[in-house]
């Protein structure tokens, strides 16, 4: 059985890890490797390789981070095929969309590569007589990305290149559940010039994740997964006096009026809720149908569903592959079971679903829930599959405050041809990122990612701008060259 190692200080390690976890492959059902998990003395080692390295990272010009990000970008494209595989074998997702979430993970990369505009300061000249005042932004040092099984390249990538090109020095602690996606780019990176311990990749679980929340030198941590998880990193992290951006889980709600375009909105609507086995932070779990879009637009979906190819990740036929565990099957399997016996109609059950030659793989069909309510644990539940429930509204006052009562904010869409209805509900609805006829409005690398309420723990958006400023600490300084001695003045210093 391979082991699959961490990466410190540039080179593969046990360090002193003997724990471990099986990672699977989901559409075989099969344990394809072991995972080490790190205690807190390998966490020691990692932080203390990226420390040592800070030292001369932390002093590297603009143009030589920009170097490195450039051609790491490069090697990117060039092993994206190769990478897309890794991805696909260890969650499960279609090869296909493998690639785009290293197309959209690069585009943060890309985003790196212009950092030296995007850490320009500001220069007021002659503030007071013959002074000047200019700002600039220093990294903060070592900091620490903890990342979700859903997208095990783009969301470190949201983190790692921004942090890194700012200046400062990195450890990864992915999902443990597909962990090698990781360790190639840790191998990229070492290929595109960057130096050995500027960034690290410490697998593990919550000792791992506990080790980096208390450690002295870690400066801050970026953290992306479920809510419960996020709220626990944020409180530890901050406790210890670190900087600590969070973001959490997701129940994403689409809206869809009456006047909207069904068939354009039904077809966006599958492949959010249905893609990536709904395992998206900003999948469609809930269609707010309103008034007399309601039936017709449930007929629409219930036929495009069952047209849904399940299927193994690497098979190109395949719209869908499995979930990402044995665990996470049955948590879909009872959300629909619980979802039939509140109440709700199940219009099309994917429980049964059997992919052929795949029998032990983790697969479970597309399932279409309607006239589900609020009350439901279909509902308030993030079910994390391939599960959309629809629930009925009257008027798109009512679908917005159907979403502004739920706790998440993570993205929403509407779908409508009224610019009028789109601009009212883009103003009123509590949630971060939204979409008109865009049913997954996940925001360009140049701005920042991140929701409202319980999506996002604390205020820190990732990527982008948001980015730049969390991995960033500002200096104010206000110059003076006398070219006269002045006597010593003893009241508060205005501008004169
Ligand atoms: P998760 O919260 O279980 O795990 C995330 C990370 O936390 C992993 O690295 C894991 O090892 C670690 N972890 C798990 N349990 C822990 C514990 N008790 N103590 C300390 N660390 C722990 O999330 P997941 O199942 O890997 O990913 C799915 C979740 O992530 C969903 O809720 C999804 O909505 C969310 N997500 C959110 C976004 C976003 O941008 N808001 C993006 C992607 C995924």
Redo the contacts with the bound molecule.
Sequence with gaps: MNTIEHWIDGTATSAGSTRTAPVFDPATGKRQSDVLLAEASDVDTAVAAASKAFGSWGESSLSQRTKVMFAFRELLVTHEDELARIISSEHGKVVDDARGEIVRGREVVEYACGIADALKGSFSGQVSRDVDVHDFRQPLGVVAG??????PIM?PLWMHPIAIATGNTFVL?????DPSASNFVARLYAEAGLPDGVFNVVH???TA??ALLDHPEVAAVS????????K??HERGTASGKRVQA????KNHAVVLPDADLEYAANHLTAAAFGSAG????AISVGVAVGAAGDKLVEILERKAREVKVGPGSDPASDMGPVVTEAARERVVNAVAGGAEQGASVVVDGRGLRVPGHEEGFFVGPSLLDNVTTDMAAYRE?I?GPVLAVVRAETVDEAIAIINANPYG?GTAIFTGSGEAARKFQREVKVGMIGVNVPIPVPMSYYS???WKD??IGDSP?HGPEGVRFYTRAKVVTTRWPHTSTAAAFTFPTSS
């Design positions: 903890i990342t979700p099984f859903n997208f969301v602690k992915p999902s443990e559940r593990g679980d919550k994740v506990d953290f992306v997964g479920s809510t419960p998880i996020a626990y990193v973001l959490g889980g997701a395992q998206r932070c900003m993030e994390f993570n990612f991140g929701g999506s996002l990732i």
